[in-house]
């Protein structure tokens, strides 16, 4: 009598004791920040892909860069919006500039106060078309096509091309921004009083 009731409280235990760490609260305590702030709750993937995955993206109907000439871009940096826009020029290949684009898909989804537009002038459509489905870039993304860089002063024209940069336009004067990057803590000071 008394071994079964030890058995008893034994199982009784074992399933408290398992009842009380929930595996899943341990694994997001775990995450870091900016993984979570990657669009509908993905993460990039741990290890690097295989050829196969590689293929099956870049074969794969969906998000795609467009490719604008400069008079085009100036046309959608000059079009009224009822929300703040940024303009973020960037390179695939840049960290930081991926760090942004990441915080403000962030702040896109969480305030829907902001139109987020990524420019590039990379040259290798197939790469890039490639990056920003495997990274699951939500902003619509923009490649300029241009045989020199002369459209950059009509943006600002002090900028020597520099990236990261942001241009913003605000909905409400429709003044405009330019903004060179130099680091992260540069670009919250500047983005997060723009913002309600």
């Known amino acids: 009598m008394k071994l079964r009731n030890v058995i008893y409280l034994l199982i009784i235990s074992i399933f408290l004791v398992g009842c009380g760490s929930d595996p899943q609260k341990s694994e997001v305590a775990s995450i870091d920040p900016n993984e979570s702030a990657l669009p509908h709750g993905t993460t990039l993937p741990t290890q690097a892909m295989s050829k196969s995955d590689i293929d099956e993206l870049r074969n794969a109907k969906g998000k795609k860069a467009m490719t604008i000439s400069p008079l085009k871009l100036i046309e959608l940096v000059a079009a009224k919006k009822k929300i703040l826009q940024c303009f973020v020029f960037w390179n695939s290949n840049c960290s930081v500039c991926q760090t942004i684009v990441k915080r403000l898909e962030t702040k896109e989804l969480e305030t829907k ?10 040259t290798d459509v197939e790469s890039l078309n ?46 405009h921004q330019f903004y060179p990057l130099k680091s992260l803590n540069e670009f919250e000071a500047i983005i997060t009083p723009l913002l309600p």
């Open 113 to 122: 106060q902001i139109q987020i537009s990524l420019i590039t002038e990379e």
């Open 130 to 175: 490639l990056f920003i489905r495997q990274q699951n870039i939500v902003p619509k993304v923009y490649r300029i096509k241009s045989r020199n860089n002369r459209w950059k002063k009509s943006i600002d024209k002090d900028w020597d091309g520099s990236l990261p940069a942001i241009l913003i336009v605000n909905s409400v004067d429709n003044s």
